[in-house]
């Protein structure tokens, strides 16, 4: 089991505390330790100086007025004070239990103190403290007679550490819990931002899309709970588009399957009766009229939605030239002259646009859908205008026509597949519903705008605008 974030920081701020703490104390001690030699150096010394003045002015012959300068003295000072003679014998000793007759002069301090210096010397007593030793040579005519010795003891690490070894534990258990303490406190303030976080993506991922965190803490935590509430932001706008897109979907097979319903229903109906025999041969000429009709609804229709499945199902860039807008138009109004025809409605073209970047051959077929779609709404000596402008940055073409127009309430469905205002709901008067969807779609994919409107003097107009381009 992985360790948090919290115990993590537990761990290494303790570990941080006590190794620094354990450090600083070395050093401090050794500080102090040798802050405290140098003094003792410096007293024992100076000690040293004086027993040796004291030596040369009463003489180291007489051993006995020596011994009781040195007790004297010793009240003092608060040291061990002998005077050693020439050959390194002790002849004088401040200690209550004197060691008179004690030869000295193998020790260190004692030799460069008969040799005419000051010698100085540390070493462990029989107690396991620190002891240093000073020593400078009593003089007298200008020789060298004898030493006077000055010696006290002090602490070391492992004396301090053994005599306050009960403080040390206790100082050391109190230091550990007032760190643990920190520590803790620190722990969780650092981490309530990232527990905040953990509980917001534990309840997204269990369903709940609509939570979000409060940014807050450092800047890393803060810039973690903006990207949070981004991502689940872009999330659940993915979530509501799939759903909208499977309702589409359903809404659409089940679209699908009521136009098919009713050619079919036809069509069977029609062969049965058929079937049955005994129809003259007229009804027989008007029944099968009927199947041909029906199938060639079914064959507009299945056109209608291969085309629309394969505009809206491209994934790769369209095959994009430059077009002239005005050369489509006429293509468009040239491919339909049979049908605007036989419906008696005219065609009036005008103005200009600016060329655009597009599939020729789809912009032709929006154009096309366009004016079949107003010519099929009109009485007969109706005009449909196409209009080519510029708006800004976008070429337009506009389609008006002189149709009944549709309700208001109807305008912003008029895109929609098998979308029919309510003036035309018969399907045996028109297509499958599909025309204006299809160029809805081809007009997205040029990255362009449709809308639709009423005209105040009647009829609908369909403005189509498409990035222009420039120069």
């Given at each position: ?207 709940d899309h609509a939570v979000r965190v409060t940014p807050s803490g450092s800047r890393e ?94 994934t790769g860039e369209l095959p994009i030239r430059r077009v002239d807008l005005g050369d ?12 605007t025809e036989m419906r008696s409605v005219s065609v009036e073209l005008t103005g200009e ?119």
């Amino acid at each position: 089991m992985r360790a948090s974030i919290r115990t993590r920081l537990l761990i290494s701020l303790l570990i941080i505390a006590v190794a620094s703490a354990g450090v600083l104390s070395w050093y401090f001690v050794r500080e102090l330790e040798a802050y405290g030699l140098r003094k003792l150096e410096e007293r024992l010394g100076s000690e040293a100086q004086l027993v040796g003045v004291l030596a040369a002015q009463v003489g180291v012959q007489r051993t006995d007025s020596l011994n009781r300068a040195l007790e004297t003295a010793a009240l003092d000072v608060n040291s061990r004070l002998i005077i050693v003679d020439g050959d390194g014998t002790a002849i004088a000793d401040s200690a209550q239990v004197k060691q008179l007759g004690t030869g000295y002069a193998a020790r260190p301090e004692i030799a460069a103190a008969l040799a005419g210096e000051h010698g100085v010397y540390t070493r462990i007593s029989p107690a396991g403290r620190l002891a240093l030793y000073a020593a400078v040579p009593v003089r007298e005519d200008g020789g060298v007679v004898g030493a006077a010795y000055a010696s006290a003891e002090t602490f070391t690490i492992s004396t301090l550490t053994r005599d306050y070894r009960t403080r040390l534990i206790g100082l050391t258990v109190l230091f550990a819990a007032m760190t643990l303490l920190v520590a803790e406190l620190l722990a969780r303030w650092l981490s309530r931002p990232l527990r905040t976080l953990e509980s917001g993506a534990v309840a997204f991922a269990a369903g709940d899309h609509a939570v979000r965190v409060t940014p807050s803490g450092s800047r890393e935590t803060y810039a973690v709970g903006e990207a949070f509430n981004k991502m689940a932001d872009e999330v659940t706008e993915m979530v509501s588009e799939l759903r909208d897109e499977e309702l589409r979907k359903s809404r659409f097979v089940s679209d699908v399957s009521h136009e098919l319903r009713s050619p079919l229903t036809a069509i069977r109906g029609t062969a049965e009766t058929l079937l049955e025999g005994d129809v003259g041969r007229d009804d027989q000429q008007r029944f099968l009229s009927t199947i041909v009709r029906e199938a060639d609804r079914l064959a507009r229709l299945a056109d209608d939605l291969l085309t629309l499945q394969r505009i809206e199902g491209a994934t790769g860039e369209l095959p994009i030239r430059r077009v002239d807008l005005g050369d489509v138009s006429r293509a468009a109004i040239n491919a339909l002259e049979h049908l605007t025809e036989m419906r008696s409605v005219s065609v009036e073209l005008t103005g200009e646009a600016p060329a655009v970047l597009g599939d020729a051959d789809r912009l032709q077929q929006v154009v096309s859908n366009l004016l079949d779609n107003a010519s099929r709404h009109m009485s007969e000596g109706g005009v449909v205008r196409i209009e080519l402008g510029r708006e800004g940055d976008w070429a337009t073409v506009a389609i008006l026509d002189e149709g009944p127009g549709i309700p208001e309430e109807d305008v912003g469905n008029i895109f929609g597949r098998f979308y029919r205002s309510q003036p035309s709901r018969d399907r045996s008067t028109g297509g499958a519903g599909l025309g204006l969807s299809i160029v809805k779609a081809i007009v997205d994919r040029h990255a362009g705008t449709i809308e639709a409107s009423n005209r105040p003097e009647g009829g609908m107009r369909f403005t189509v605008r498409l990035p222009a381009l420039r120069g």
